[in-house]
């Protein structure tokens, strides 16, 4: 059984049908296309959660929804939405507003099915729409777009994936996508290259390319019934006429959508030889990463760079010994700086490599709307690449997973804070802290609440050397005993999940969060991935794949905070 999304993603596009281009592959084209479709779509996609309005507080995790009427009717998913009650909605630019739950479909022998559900905004107002489209003119390898706000990100604005349709109707009676979808994804709206609503999400299987969408016709069937606040456990006796859509005649098909790669050979090879793989030992562990060639012509060198070739990569996948793999020999390299903020490493080697990304392309101009849905391709050392779309502008990403760990736990107790547990295996019990321990002070700083005690500790990354003062109460019965201890803290352990949405092929990086500026694509990258370059399809160079952060997303630092980076310490 497919897997529900909890809670909902939004997408929301629209805009008039036309004849965009024939079969044949043509990047160019589709990049203007998506671009129109995203302009219209973009303002209409909402972000939502469940919202008590008289406590003014949020009763549920957020998902996804796409406005379809200038009224202010919102499609979304039903196993996230319940009739009558309160949603906050918020829009891109800002606007927020309270919306009512309507009419759900969903059967009482299984109520993941149909999942069809529908809101309404209180109060009066002209909002931003995006038109419906008609899922019964879909067609195989129709190219779409998904515009929604997945929850792992927990960003203000969407993110943009592109895909095809892969099947117009499974067994329960979903359409299949490849546009990658994750929890906070769920009653998203799934859009055709013109802009139209033609599927919401709803479930997703392990298959990165198993998504599975609720066909817009089925809300065109039931408008009327769902505009009822009322849960319908079949399918309501009132129904809609439905109509043909003007425009299957104008329906793109392009083949070939499923291996993607395959149609940007030519302008994959203008991004080749400035990736490398990078072999170290991480915690006596070996570890391949990506690394990226710069060269350095036009810089003033200092002593030890000149005639030498310079590499950025991943600091947290980048250890002792590390060697670059070039035509079977492995070629030695030196650490010059860590970016621990940014996880970034410059290295240099003695052997001038050809090739690398000059310095003249690194000073990019800020990421602009007009960009989303471009192309982007990640050549990789073995002379293969991938290929994803650029999803959202920058944004920050709080430092979560990323947090040093010590692995003791705290309470205020008698206006101490005081240590009440010891995670096994932790730098704090293989320190010899102990449960009952005052903790005093963090490298000097005064520790006076639960608070103190996390920010001290959210300040620092794993390996950082952190010196603790703790009250220890003499076991002896004697006075109490002040300890100074020096911890090395840790990477926190990952937690485990059986939901498809974390059991993807490669898994997450372990540092993917804690970073000021970044920007999101859809690109599949494996972990040890990241490190090398980012081009769009002119060859312009937009910055390093950094983390892959989750089923949907992968993170890239901008070509310019790199540019800064160089400069530092090479210039």
């Known amino acids: 059984m497919k897997q529900i999304l909890r809670p909902i993603l939004l997408l929301l596009l629209f805009g008039c049908p036309y004849k965009l281009y024939s079969q044949r592959f043509d990047q160019k084209k589709l990049e203007e296309t998506l671009s129109r479709a995203i302009e219209k779509a973009y303002p209409a996609s909402v972000r939502i959660w469940g919202y008590d309005v008289t406590r003014q507080m949020q009763t549920s995790g957020q998902f996804s929804g796409v406005v379809v009427s200038a009224e202010g009717h919102i499609l979304t998913a039903a196993h996230v939405s319940v009739p009558n009650k309160t949603y906050k909605v918020m829009f891109p630019d800002g606007t927020t507003c309270i919306a009512r739950g309507l009419g759900k479909i969903e059967f009482a022998d299984n109520k993941t099915i149909p999942d069809v559900a529908m809101m309404k905004i209180s109060g009066r107002g002209k909002w931003p729409y995006a038109e419906m489209g008609y899922s019964s003119a879909l067609k195989k390898d129709e190219p779409c777009i998904s515009i929604a706000y997945p929850e792992s990100l927990n960003q203000s604005l969407p993110t943009v994936r592109f895909g095809h349709i892969a099947d117009l109707k499974n067994k329960l009676g979903f359409i299949q996508s490849t546009c990658i979808m994750e929890p906070g994804d769920s009653g998203g709206p799934l859009f055709d290259v013109s802009g139209r609503v033609i599927g919401l999400h709803s479930a997703i299987d392990v298959p990165e390319s198993d998504n599975f969408e609720i066909p817009v016709d089925l809300y065109r069937k039931y408008w009327t019934a769902l505009n009822t606040p009322e849960t319908y456990t079949s399918l309501p006796a009132t129904e809609d006429r439905l109509e043909s859509d003007p425009f299957t005649g104008d329906i793109p098909v392009i083949h070939g959508l499923e291996k993607i790669e395959s149609n940007f050979k030519e302008l994959a090879a203008q991004c080749r030889g400035n990736s490398f793989q990078i072999k170290s030992q991480v915690k006596g562990t070996i570890q391949n990463v990506q690394g990226t060639l710069f060269s350095m012509e036009g810089i003033s060198l200092k002593g030890r760079f000149k005639n030498n070739s310079i590499l950025i990569s991943k600091n947290s996948m980048v250890g002792e010994m590390p060697v670059l793999e070039l035509d079977g020999h492995q070629i030695a390299a030196t650490v010059v700086a860590r970016d621990k903020e940014n996880d970034l490493v410059l290295l240099y080697t003695t052997v001038k490599m050809e090739g690398g990304i000059s310095p003249g392309v690194l000073n990019a101009d800020t990421l602009s709307f007009k960009q989303l849905g471009k192309f982007l391709i990640s050549p990789l050392s073995d002379q293969t690449y991938k290929i994803g779309v650029l999803g959202s502008l920058e944004f920050s990403l709080q430092k ?54 996390t920010r001290a500790l959210q300040r620092h990354w794993p390996d950082d050397q952190i010196t603790i003062k703790l009250l220890r109460a003499d076991s002896a019965g004697g006075k109490d005993v002040t300890l100074l201890k020096e911890v090395v803290l840790a990477t926190r352990p990952p937690m485990h999940f059986n939901h498809p949405a974390e059991l993807f092929e490669g898994g997450k990086s372990i540092r993917r969060d804690g970073f000021e500026r970044v920007f999101s694509d859809d690109t599949r990258l494996l972990p040890e991935q990241c490190g090398g370059p980012v081009f769009d399809t002119a060859g312009h160079f937009y910055g390093i794949n950094i983390s892959r952060f989750s089923r949907v997303s992968s993170i890239v630092i901008p070509a310019d905070v790199i540019s800064r980076f160089i400069k530092q310490w090479v210039e």
Not at 412 to 429: D, E, F, M, R
């Open 400 to 453: 979560i997973t990323s947090s040093a760990y010590l692995g003791a736990d705290v309470e205020l107790k008698q206006g101490w804070v005081t240590i009440t547990g010891l995670k096994p295996n932790s730098p704090a019990s293989d320190s010899k802290l102990k449960t009952g321990d005052q903790v005093l002070a963090i490298d000097g700083l005064p520790i006076d609440s639960q608070l103190d005690y």
